[in-house]
């Protein structure tokens, strides 16, 4: 089958290469409303790649099933039943071992319902946090912008100080809440891999964050993954 278009995630969520642990199972069901076709493709963002694969969908019914060591995130992809090519995308979640249920109608990314996924819940959950403090920060670089481009050189400076704010004492205090909070937890280590803060971390911050961590947590792929970040960072 030939894909005509890849509906890629940002580069953020391409994930890491994963250290040698046991391997789990992951299944992921659904029924999902309004698909053309008899099948959907899935693709998996693992091991620094990305694979795809046609899985049947009887009357929007499906079922699928894979190995997992680490948490990895993938997309559900319609498929046209008159071109046989990739249509759109239905949903995106990080896949954990367990069963993930997705449901909902395909047409609309918003309503479809994912559960049984811990990791994702909190990493949404996270990101909708810092996206919503990244607005703010964008409505403020518009008014930056024009003392800049006015050479109000004072207004301009008061505005800066606002937007270093939300950067250093909302957004990267948010990701430490994260990675404290689920320190035992995988999602912990792989939360800073996932953020789109590292223009801004310093070396600091990565060490930080990697001593949060358990010993287990910081054995991992994506535990390692901080501490090479650090030795990096300024």
């Not at 795809?52 to 009887?58: H, Q, S, T």
């Not at 990565?206 to 090479?228: C, D, H, P, R, V």
């Amino acid at each position: 089958m030939k894909i005509n278009k890849i509906y890629c995630i940002s580069a953020f969520l391409i994930l890491y290469v994963s250290s040698p642990v046991f391997a789990q199972t992951y299944t992921l069901k659904g029924n999902l409303t309004g698909i053309e076709s008899d099948s959907l493709f899935i693709l998996k963002y693992k091991r620094g790649g990305v694979s795809g694969e046609k899985i049947p969908a009887a009357r929007g019914s499906f079922q699928y099933s894979d190995t997992i060591s680490e948490p990895y995130f993938i997309q559900i992809l319609k498929i046209s039943k008159v071109t046989n090519q990739t249509s759109g995308k239905i949903a995106d979640v990080l896949v954990e071992a367990g069963e993930i249920n997705i449901n909902g109608p395909a047409s609309d990314f918003s309503k479809i319902n994912i559960t049984g996924s811990k990791s994702d819940l909190i990493l949404k959950e996270y990101l909708s946090k810092d996206m919503d403090l990244q607005k703010e920060w964008h409505k403020l670089k518009v008014v930056y912008d024009k003392y800049v481009n006015t050479g109000d050189s004072l207004n301009r400076k008061k505005v800066a100080l606002k937007l270093n704010s939300i950067n250093y004492k909302e957004r990267i205090p948010l990701l430490k809440v994260y990675v404290k909070k689920y320190r035992g937890e995988i999602i912990g280590a792989l939360i800073p891999n996932f953020c789109t803060l590292s223009d801004i971390l310093s070396k600091q911050d990565y060490l930080e964050m990697f001593e949060y961590l358990t010993q287990e947590m910081k054995i991992s792929a994506y535990g390692k993954s901080i501490l090479n970040k650090s030795a990096s960072a300024k």
